[in-house]
């Protein structure tokens, strides 16, 4: 257990559904990320949130919408997914310091219909 | 960018050996981090050595880092069939947080067979 916990593990989806991951960290810590991890790809960083406020947009479609109501809970919804969306979408967070050490959470494992 | 790059892409060894996995980046940057994913679950940090440092232990762990090449290795002694998963560096850049930005490499996929 790295303190950073993911909800649900495994979601399956039509294109024209729409659904929200979750995570939430127990480390007091003031920043958190959405990665996206599709197979052979290196893991990409999606969007970053220090203390509550967004700083980092990385391009992403604007069918992945972030939410972060407080510097423990950080959510992505998502609405008319591409089946190319399929992947493992992993939430970290971190201390906000010179090391920014990443604890990631177990990931949701998304598959778009 | 200052992504890593990593190699071997894949590895296979048997248990009782070593495994040397190197990583590339192309800017300066402030630390390097090697994190561990076990299949289909989330990365697990295993050490980071910053900018000032050449090497670092941790238990079976040691990492060096050549700011001159921009390259770092990773090596595990003594493998054992429970480090089989892919490891991943991830760089952070040379200005103080960068917000929090973490660049990863496409990471090395170690097989210790028994």
């Known amino acids: 257990e790295t303190g950073v916990t993911q909800t649900p593990r495994h979601l399956v989806m039509g294109m024209t559904n729409k659904k929200s991951l979750k995570c939430e960290q127990h480390?007091?810590?003031?920043?958190m990320y959405w990665y996206k991890q599709s197979a052979k790809k290196p893991l990409e960083l999606m969007f970053v949130?220090?203390?509550?406020?967004?700083?980092e947009n990385n391009s992403v479609p604007s069918r992945f919408s972030p939410e972060c109501p407080n510097s423990s809970h950080l959510f992505l919804h998502l609405h008319t997914l591409q089946p190319e969306d399929s992947a493992l979408y992993l939430c970290?967070?971190?201390?906000?310091?010179?090391?920014?050490?990443?604890?990631f959470g177990p990931g949701t494992r998304l598959t778009v219909l | 960018s200052q992504q890593g790059e990593e190699d071997p892409q894949a590895l296979s060894i048997q248990e009782g050996e070593n495994a040397t996995m190197n990583c590339s980046y192309k800017?300066?940057?402030?630390?390097l981090q090697w994190y561990r994913q076990n299949s289909g679950r989330g990365l697990v940090h295993l050490i980071l050595i910053r900018s000032n440092e050449r090497e670092k232990h941790s238990g079976r762990l040691r990492v060096t880092l050549d700011t001159s090449k921009k390259s770092s290795s990773l090596l595990i002694t003594a493998s054992r069939a429970a480090d089989t998963a892919s490891y991943f560096c991830?760089?952070?850049?040379?200005?103080?947080?960068?917000?929090?930005?973490?660049?990863f490499g496409q990471g090395t996929e170690l097989s210790v067979k028994p």
């Open positions: 991830a760089t952070a850049g040379s200005q103080y947080n960068q917000g929090g930005k973490l660049i």
């Open positions: 800017t300066s940057i402030n630390n």
């Open positions: 970290a967070s971190s201390q906000l310091d010179w090391d920014n050490e990443q604890f």
């Open positions: 949130y220090n203390f509550k406020e967004q700083t």
């Open positions: 480390l007091g810590h003031n920043a």
